[in-house]
Nanobody, 126 residues
């Protein structure tokens, strides 16, 4: 069965950096676009970044563009989210997700993803 396990979250100060990892298993990782979403208490889950299944294309929400970087290592079945210049508004539970369509393009809608990890908490404070 498909399993996604996030790790790397924690407490960091404003302006700090953190790298999240998502280990995937149970499917052919390289054939699926992957994405990161986040959800703060009382708010809806929002798109953060996505990585295409091929060609190394990426997509970012305006709120994180220039600060976050998504990457993937298909040999390790892992997708990463490098977060720099962290702000308090980045505080949230971060989830990785798999596109529902094999060989599908990157998408920003939650409805386009069929498997989710349990999430990892990121807290940014001063």
């Amino acid at each position: 069965q498909v399993q996604l396990v996030e790790s790397g979250g924690g407490l960091v100060q404003v302006g700090g950096s953190l790298r999240l990892s998502c280990a995937a298993s149970g499917y052919t990782f390289k054939y699926y676009a992957m994405a990161w979403f986040r959800q703060a208490p009382g708010k809806e889950r929002e798109f953060v970044a996505a990585s295409s299944w091929s060609a190394g294309n990426t997509d970012y929400a305006d709120s994180v563009k220039g600060r976050f970087s998504i990457s993937r290592d298909n040999a390790k079945n892992t997708v990463y989210l490098q977060m720099n210049s962290l702000k308090p508004e980045d505080t949230a539970v971060y989830y990785c997700a798999r596109r529902a369509a094999q060989l599908g393009a990157m998408r920003r809608s939650r409805l386009e993803y069929d498997h989710w990890g349990q999430g990892t908490q990121v807290t940014v404070s001063s």
